[in-house]
């Protein structure tokens, strides 16, 4: 098993591009998160999704966007990059269907928007 | 709502010495409560949880986490750490409530010295 997979790892962007973020895993979990890891504020949860074709906002949802049109892939859309956006991505996935499901967390997304 | 304080951001220690890293809670239902690990350029994994009964856990590695209800805390401790658990250390909560979200803290990183 690969467990949780993203591509990229790094990705460098000028202010207003966008690019998609791929998160793809395979242990046939029902839910999805995307988090940003910036210094000093541990993981903030930017949306996430607790079945295929079902997306929800989190904690810092401005600015990003997501579509889970399979189980297994979950997509984290920037459509106008801003240097506030430069950050560490990281993807999860849980297959609890209660607050006890642990997260098995992808490698991460090193961001940096110029 | 809940949230998660991590009193401490740094603790160096030196090799073989005891460290406790501190995790308080805030939260008005029933709490799960798990501590991660982020090895440097990697993703989160999951170090130990509590979820119900014993207030002792216990992670393959030596590490433990006392929930102390009254106190809201879950501290981490070790009698004795090694170079290779040099990480960030996080402390997470959910519940059953609020479509199943786990708050993380800020993240407490230890360094340990030879």
């Known amino acids: 098993n690969a467990g949780v997979t993203q591509t990229p790892k790094f990705r460098v962007l000028k202010t207003g591009q966008s690019m998609t973020l791929l998160c793809a895993q395979d242990?046939?979990?029902?839910?999805m998160y995307w988090y940003r890891q910036d210094p000093g504020m541990g993981l903030r949860l930017i949306h996430y999704s607790v079945g295929e074709g079902t997306t929800a906002k989190g904690e810092v949802p401005d600015g990003y966007n997501v579509s889970r049109l399979k189980k297994q892939n979950f997509l984290l859309g920037l459509e106008s990059a801003a240097p506030s956006q430069t950050s560490v991505y990281f993807c999860a996935s849980s297959y609890g269907t209660s607050g006890m499901g642990e997260q098995f967390f992808g490698p991460g997304t090193r961001l940096t928007v110029l | 709502a809940q949230s998660v304080t991590q009193l401490d951001s740094q603790v160096p220690v030196f090799e073989e010495a005891p460290v406790e890293l501190r995790c308080n809670y805030s939260s008005s239902v029933s709490v799960y409560l798990f501590w991660y690990v982020q090895y440097p350029n990697q993703g989160l994994q999951l170090l130990l949880k509590y979820l119900s009964g014993s207030t002792l856990v216990e992670s393959i590695n030596g590490f433990e986490a006392e929930f102390n209800k009254s106190q809201t805390s879950f501290h981490l401790r070790k009698p004795s750490v090694h170079i290779s658990d040099t990480a960030e250390y996080f402390c997470?909560?959910?519940?059953?409530?609020?479509?199943?979200?786990?708050?993380f803290g800020a993240g407490t990183r230890l360094f340990v010295k030879a």
């Open positions: 242990m046939n979990h029902e839910y």
């Open positions: 997470a909560v959910s519940d059953d409530t609020g479509g199943f979200k786990t708050i």
